[in-house]
């Protein structure tokens, strides 16, 4: 029973790993259409979507990495 719960914890880690680099790539992409350019270019920073989206990917494949290693 043990050894299927850490077998399902593992999946469940490279889910999130493979969900959070996502989520990174997507804001990155994001961050690169013209109204995220013009908010950079206006306020130096960039736009809470984009944000949230660079912290929930962190959040989510650190978690993951977590996940993964651990027994």
Do not use: C, E, H, P
């Not at 790539?25 to 979507?49: E, F, H, N, P």
């Amino acid at each position: 029973m043990g050894k299927g719960l850490g077998t399902t914890m593992k999946i469940v880690g490279l889910v999130l790993i493979v969900i959070g680099v996502g989520i990174a790539v997507w804001g990155y992409q994001l961050s690169g259409s013209i109204g995220s350019q013009v908010t950079q270019a206006v306020t130096g920073a960039d736009t809470d979507k984009v944000m949230t989206y660079y912290i929930l990917g962190a959040i989510s494949f650190v978690v993951g990495i977590f996940l993964f290693r651990k027994n």
